[in-house]
């Protein structure tokens, strides 16, 4: 699907980018991938990390509309991975987040659709549904933007979805490397934000094949939703420290006892899959008929029941002490 073709990454020096460009060059035979991103000192060492002919690295924000135009130019697919995600920061500076995880959105879809892309996934987060923090809901405005834009294309082939998960093991600022240094520096205890806490758990591999199986699935206006596992956070820590003592230290400002990714109020939306969940427009579409019980790769799906919810908590499949040390030892790799 992306041989010869030409893929544009925003944040693309940030982990999920360094992760896909090193799978579309393994797999595939782009024309070009651009790597969108702010900082010159990380596209330098990606630069002489990957050196390869198809690379090519474009310095600029995506809150600058004219820059992200630029680097549309000719490209056939987006995916917007930039974005402010930590979740203290954001509470503290919320005006940053807003500008970069709202305007920015804004921005590609613009670009987007004056180049005439073909398709664009945007990357999403649990912590966008039901949001109790500023990061939640920036990102939450984002995905709204991303399908409401489906409807404003007019008789342009540009089409845009958004793709939603967990936790993603190992990724920068994420709680295992935390718990590692801190493991390797002989801590005496490990901080704890709650004993009863819980979250999705993807490795960093897992969350860019879906990305990728969801461009063959797309027809726009999706939200997809991968069917992952769960940990308890104090399963985690025993597997990672099992003689180390546990701190609780409280909730930070912003962050939820439990994720969920698929709200009990938009079960009259959501359609399951085999190994995925699909949440469907809330708004029509007025010059468009889709049908999203089956995609573009004939996989079908059937409505959930009223009141259903993808809760990290009430998950079917948790990940027992036992399993966490070879699915974060995979997922590093």
Request: glycine share 6%; net charge neutral; hydrophobic share 40%.
């Amino acid at each position: 699907m992306f041989d010869n073709k030409t893929i544009l990454i925003t944040g693309g020096t940030g982990s999920f980018g360094k992760k896909y460009v090193k799978t579309l060059l393994t797999r595939f035979k782009p024309k070009k991938i651009i790597v969108f991103s702010r900082d010159e000192l990380k596209q330098s060492e990606m630069q002489q990390k990957f050196d390869h002919p198809a690379l090519r690295f474009f310095i600029g924000d995506v809150r600058d509309r004219e820059r992200i135009v630029q680097a549309t130019r000719n490209v056939e697919f987006i995916i917007h991975a930039a974005a402010l995600k930590q979740v203290p920061a954001a509470e503290y500076n919320p005006s940053e987040c807003i500008k970069t995880n709202i305007d920015g959105a804004q921005n590609v879809i613009h670009a987007a659709t004056e180049n005439d892309v073909d398709r664009v996934i945007a990357l999403s987060t649990d912590k966008a549904a039901n949001p109790i923090n500023l990061y939640g809901a920036t990102k939450l405005a984002s995905d709204k933007l991303f399908v409401a834009a489906n409807n404003m294309v007019a008789d342009r082939r540009t089409r845009f979805s958004v793709v939603r998960y967990g936790n993603v093991v190992g990724s920068r600022g994420s709680v295992v490397p935390f718990f590692q240094e801190l493991i390797d520096d002989g801590a005496e205890s490990l901080p704890i934000t709650d004993t009863d806490m819980t979250r999705f758990w993807i490795s960093l591999q897992d969350g860019v094949d879906f990305v990728l199986k969801n461009f063959e699935r797309m027809q726009g206006g999706e939200i997809f939703v991968p069917k992952i596992p769960s940990v308890r956070i104090t399963d985690l820590a025993r597997a990672m420290a099992p003689d180390t003592k546990h701190n609780v230290v409280g909730i930070r400002p912003g962050e939820k006892l439990h994720e969920i990714m698929c709200p009990a109020d938009d079960s009259h939306l959501t359609v399951e899959f085999d190994d995925h969940f699909v949440m469907t427009p809330s708004i029509r579409f007025f010059d468009q008929d889709i049908d999203y019980k089956r995609n573009r790769l004939n996989e079908t799906g059937k409505a959930v029941k009223r009141g259903f919810e993808y809760n990290s908590c009430t998950n079917a499949h948790f990940l027992d002490v036992e399993d966490i040390p070879s699915f974060n030892e995979q997922a590093m790799k």
